[in-house]
């Protein structure tokens, strides 16, 4: 069974400037998550979808982040502008279902804004 | 609302020595607990996991223990090898819609031969 994919692995920036990350998730898996980790910290959930419907997106930075799930397969998440403190691995990961089943999360990419 | 404390880190200990990780939590309801880990340089992995009070969870040698008395999940293994220095997260999924993992800040775990 194929793995939580995301591309890229590594991608630098400067402030001001967009940044997009795309995750295909495994298939079948209804539920998709976005997660922030900043160096040191756990994982924060930014948004989460069910199919293609957002269930919860309280801890999106709105003002800047966007995300999209169209068809309720893969997804992106995107940053307009960067800041400085946008420098962070973003985690994507799936699971089967919303109750009390196991994420499988994907490498993630590591976003440095200089 | 919904978090996870765990004990702070690093950890260091030599090769073959006791590991306990502390994790509590603090919940409106039930939740599923999770140990996560993260090998250097790669995702998150999912180690053990435990849906109800008195569950045990174990995996490759580690095992953690629901209980609900106490809020807590603690990580033990009796044996460490080099091969299990990572980063350990604890987590809680609860069962209402819309809320879901919550993760602890990690315990960088560091095993010397």
């Known amino acids: 069974e194929a793995g939580v994919a995301q591309s890229p692995r590594y991608k630098i920036i400067e402030k001001r400037q967009s940044v997009a990350f795309w995750c295909n998730p495994i298939s079948g898996h209804a539920t998709l998550y976005w997660y922030q980790q900043i160096l040191g910290q756990g994982p924060k959930l930014l948004i989460q979808?069910?199919?293609?419907?957002?269930?919860?997106d309280s801890q999106l930075p709105k003002d800047r982040f966007s995300a999209e799930r169209l068809k309720g397969v893969d997804s992106t998440l995107k940053i307009q502008p960067a800041k400085l403190e946008d420098s962070a691995v973003y985690l994507c990961?799936?699971?089967?279902?919303?109750?009390?089943?196991?994420?499988?999360f994907g490498p993630g990419t590591r976003l440095t804004v200089t | 609302g919904n978090s996870v404390t765990q004990m702070e880190g690093p950890v260091t200990l030599s090769e073959e020595a006791f590991l306990t990780i502390n994790c509590t939590y603090t919940?409106?309801?039930?939740?599923?607990l999770f140990w996560y880990v993260q090998y250097p340089g790669e995702g998150l992995q999912l180690l053990l996991k435990a849906t109800k009070a008195d569950d045990k969870g174990s995996n490759k040698g580690f095992e953690a223990t629901y209980r609900k008395e106490t809020t807590s999940f603690h990580l033990e293994k009796g044996s460490v090898q080099v091969s299990d220095s990572a980063v350990y997260f604890c987590?809680?999924?609860?069962?209402?819609?819309?809320?879901?993992?919550?993760f602890g800040p990690g315990t960088r775990l560091s095993v010397l031969p």
């Open positions: 919940a409106t309801g039930y939740p599923s």
């Open positions: 990961a799936s699971s089967p279902g919303t109750h009390y089943y196991e994420q499988y």
């Open positions: 979808f069910q199919n293609n419907g957002v269930v919860d």
């Open positions: 987590a809680l999924n609860m069962d209402l819609y819309g809320q879901n993992f919550v």
